[in-house]
């Protein structure tokens, strides 16, 4: 099946890819001026370029639609396993978490942590990760905060050749300019990539709103002054974490269903 990808460019996401597994951010370097011009106006954009014959350009687009669809359950699963961890009593809080699964006792030993009292020494491997965690919390919210500040702007092309541009307002307003002598199947796939981009937004917002709920209900249970603010990348590191976990084992449920 000839090479195809799924950009998004005009933000930078951790590990240059989103949590997803669609979308990769290209680096500046492979980046037109004139593309990072429109984009410091016009803001972010999501690019599709598919193989020009319309089977394989179709199988494409099917397949991630379904890791979209896969990963919006991945986000319920983890909702529900971060609202758990607050429930957790002081048997799983403490020194025995060998029989929580990674995320979680990662994330007990976190807020035990954030409620230990302040140490004066050079932080250490793991106050530096946690450090690199919350830089990264704040890139995230910032890519998302800019992204939602723009219209949503998509473009697909089909064996190099444009298919459409649209860009698309909160309130729904759809504005589309059509490649040259288009058919209606390459109109087709072109509206599938913008309802990918879209529903892609709309989990990295979910996501975004999951962290911040879940970080509220977690300081619950810390007795230190802005609880909620520092319990944010700990909830932020939890969410990818299940997110990894459970992506892992999407080959073995797909041979499942096979």
Known sequence: MA????????????GAEDLFG???????????????AAEARDGPAWRVQLP???ADAQAILDAQNQTLQRSESDLFSAERRLAQVGLYGAEEAGVAFAALPAPEAELLATLSDIESPISFEAPGPEERARQETSSQWRVFVEQVRRMVSHYARIETEMGGALIGQTAVGWTGDFDTVWGGDVSADSMGLHHQSVQLALGSRLALIRLLTIVGTGATKLALR?????????????????VRDVLEELRRSWPELQHLVQ
């Open 3 to 14: 090479e195809y990808s799924f950009a998004l460019s005009g933000v930078t996401l951790p």
């Open 22 to 36: 669609i979308w990769t951010a290209p680096t500046p370097a492979e980046i037109s001026f004139d593309i990072r």
């Open 52 to 54: 020009a014959a319309l």
């Open 222 to 238: 810390l007795s230190v002054p802005g609880a909620q603010l520092l319990a944010l990348p700990a909830a932020w590191k939890f």
